[in-house]
Nanobody
Framework: EVQLVESGGGLVQAGGSLRLSCAAS????????IGWFRQAPGNERETVSCISSRDGRLNYVDSVEGRFTINGDSAKNTVYLDMNNLKPEDTAVYYC????????????????WGQGTQVTVSS
């Protein structure tokens, strides 16, 4: 069974940084696109970023451009979301998800999901 496990969330002050990790197991990592999503209370899920061998790195949210970077380590089957200069509006549960081959901004196109990790940014 495919598994995705997120970690690295927590409480941080505005302007701080966090690194989220998404550890993937039991599937050919290089053949999948891994996306990061977030959902704040009362809001719809938002697609943040995605990485794949086919697409490279893609960002879907203008507000994180220049602050968030997605990276992959195939040797560790892990995708990271490095988040810098965090803002209170970045507060959300962050999820990673996987789908074959290509990135998609549509979360429903992803087949496998992690359990989520909470990121809270205080002002």
């Amino acid at each position: 069974e495919v598994q995705l496990v997120e970690s690295g969330g927590g409480l941080v002050q505005a302007g701080g940084s966090l690194r989220l990790s998404c550890a993937a197991s039991r599937f050919p990592f290089g053949r999948y696109a891994i996306g990061w999503f977030r959902q704040a209370p009362g809001n719809e899920r938002e697609t943040v970023s995605c990485i794949s061998s086919r697409d490279g790195r893609l960002n879907y949210v203008d507000s994180v451009e220049g602050r968030f970077t997605i990276n992959g380590d195939s040797a560790k089957n892990t995708v990271y979301l490095d988040m810098n200069n965090l803002k209170p509006e970045d507060t959300a549960v962050y999820y990673c998800a996987a789908r074959r081959d290509f990135c998609s901004p549509d979360g429903s196109a992803y087949n496998y999901w992690g359990q989520g990790t909470q990121v809270t940014v205080s002002s």
